[in-house]
Nanobody, 124 residues
Framework: QVQLVESGGGLVQAGGPLRLSCAAS????????PGWLRQAPGKEREFVAA????????FYADSVKGRSTISRDNAKNTVYLQMNSLKPEDTAVYYC?????????????????WGQGTQVTVSS
């Protein structure tokens, strides 16, 4: 069992930055690899970013690539999502979730534990 707690969401103007945090307890990210996913109003949940905890390799959806960075703090068992140049279409509830190591980071079905989500609203 792993518990995930997201923080850092809020209201931001278009073009601005925001950093989300996800702290894990119960298990470490070394055995349950984290990712960020989001769900915009009226849309399906989608993949945003993920990290291979073993190698540090990063993966991004095309919609955020070049504007976002996923990073980690091993000591704090925390993963971050830094988002820059935010757009109104980035407005969504952002979820931190974990998947078994080696599983498909892009597929939502891989993620078996989810946080409660944090709202990000980007105003134009």
């Amino acid at each position: 069992q792993v518990q995930l707690v997201e923080s850092g969401g809020g209201l931001v103007q278009a073009g601005g930055p925001l950093r989300l945090s996800c702290a894990a307890s119960g298990r470490t990210f070394s055995s349950a690899w984290p990712g960020w996913l989001r769900q915009a109003p009226g849309k399906e949940r989608e993949f945003v970013a993920a990290i291979n905890w073993r190698t540090g390799s990063e993966f991004y959806a095309d919609s955020v690539k070049g504007r976002s960075t996923i990073s980690r703090d091993n000591a704090k068992n925390t993963v971050y999502l830094q988002m820059n140049s935010l757009k109104p279409e980035d407005t969504a509830v952002y979820y931190c979730a974990v998947r078994p190591y080696g599983s498909n980071y892009y597929s939502l079905r891989s993620y078996n534990y989810w946080g409660q989500g944090t709202q990000v609203t980007v105003s134009s």
